[in-house]
């Protein structure tokens, strides 16, 4: 009988090195009776407890010898979770949607030798000191414009920009054809925007920019120098709704669904909120360009659902066999990408008209394109605070600040924090 438990969230109760399955006196699952694996995870809407059960359900069918429990992190969230279980000696045995980071990876088992973590997702972008401490089902594209296209049919525009100077015109066409061409926010989307801008030139033409800003190698200003001059005159030239320090992300996401901007430059998971919209407009999506010559642009993207096992496992064997399942088994990864709107190719689900056009883009960027944004992750990583900084500076151009301004206070904050 395959059993079906969720320990309550960890805000909840009092926690103690011994009170959890992490000192069951069962047997390891590695040649014993049985193996308790707990497993902290995401909970959402989306990611409900209900669905992580149904999700191991199968494993455990097949693995009687196991018996998974989800580990719900309440309010306090997994990334809050991890370092309080680990300093109370009872940490989960697998983790789920935090990232290794160089400070963790002393705590995690190293996959490198498993072949089936080797192959994962953006396996290489994470590695840390070559090797791999985590394995994802997928990616969530970051680089991203989705467009409305009755704006573009007004405007005239019947290519798709594949350049920045192409992007650049196709802005001048919509403000001509009465559009506000740019649909943006106040808060995190001011630097999400410039960053959609910048990187898949910048990180094209600087593959090794993460370290190059960390040792003081390179610049802001020499490699961002350009994006935010550029970005600057979109502002002037009223490229960007006026009211963008005003507008918060679920405010600009209403207003491009309703129809009243053109573009929006958006993560891949805007097409879950677009497939339940029932009166949106036909929406588009294209990568995000480079500058004119950079044939290869760089595609910022996140790994979906990490799942890292914890050197503290009892069970780091039977928790393998578990991770294995969760990102090679068809069902299983079908199901997990399906459920919060992430792409991985090779792996369909039925989705809507954007999401086959995203998952088209996953088909047609090869892996050595895929960058982090704002601060980093893996061994790319640049100093933290970073992305805070960004979109300050961001919201100043917003605000009306002169580009080199921006400039100067990006190259000072990474003087005092980098090197």
């Known amino acids: 009988m395959i059993k079906r438990r969720t320990i309550a969230a960890l805000g909840a109760v009092t926690v103690t090195a011994c009170t959890l399955a992490g000192c069951s006196t069962t047997a390891s699952g590695d040649g014993g009776d049985a193996a308790e694996l707990r497993m902290l995870v995401n909970v959402t809407p989306n990611l409900t407890e209900e669905f992580w059960n149904e999700l191991v359900a199968p494993f455990e069918e097949a693995n009687p010898d196991i018996d998974v429990v989800i580990q719900n992190p309440g309010a306090e969230g997994v990334a809050a979770a991890v370092p309080r279980l680990l300093a109370a000696g009872d940490a989960p045995d697998i983790v789920q949607s935090l990232p290794p980071s160089v400070e963790l990876a002393p705590e995690l088992v190293d996959l490198t030798e498993y072949d089936w973590a080797a192959a994962a997702p953006l396996a290489d972008q994470y590695s840390i000191d070559g090797k791999i401490y985590m394995a994802g089902i997928g990616v969530q594209l970051q680089s991203l414009w989705f467009y409305n296209k009755q704006a573009f049919t007004e405007a005239g525009i019947t290519e798709l920009p594949a ?86 992300y679920p405010d600009a996401e209403q207003s491009f669904l309703a129809g009243s901007t053109a573009l929006y430059p958006m993560g891949s998971w805007f097409a879950g909120t677009e497939a339940k919209t029932p009166d949106a407009p036909e929406i588009g999506v294209f990568r995000g360009p480079a500058v004119g010559g950079v044939d290869n642009p760089a595609m910022g993207a996140n790994i979906a659902s990490p799942y890292s096992i914890m050197k503290s496992s009892d069970h780091q064997e039977a928790a393998a066999r578990l991770v294995e399942f969760l990102v090679t088994d068809e069902d299983a990864v079908t199901s997990q990408l399906e459920v919060d709107g992430n792409f991985r190719d090779g792996y369909a689900y039925e989705t809507t008209p954007l999401g086959e056009e995203l998952l088209a883009i996953v088909a047609d960027t090869p892996a050595a394109d895929y960058t982090p944004t704002g601060q980093g992750y893996g061994e790319r990583t640049v100093p933290n605070g970073y992305s805070t900084e960004l979109n300050a500076q961001t919201q100043a151009l917003l605000g009306g600040t002169p580009a080199d301004a921006v400039l100067k206070a990006m190259d000072d904050w990474f003087a005092a924090n980098a090197g």
Do not use: C
């Open 163 to 248: 350049t920045v100077e192409e992007l650049d015109e196709a802005l001048g066409k919509l403000k001509d054809a009465g559009w506000t061409p740019i649909q943006t926010g106040g808060d995190w989307m001011s630097s999400h925007a410039l960053q959609t801008l910048g990187l898949p030139s910048i990180i094209a033409e600087h593959p090794d920019w993460f370290a190059g800003m960390s040792d003081g190698e390179l610049t802001f200003s020499e490699t961002y120098g350009d994006t935010v001059e550029r970005y600057a005159d979109w502002v002037a030239a009223g490229y960007l709704n006026s009211d963008a320090l005003g507008v918060k």
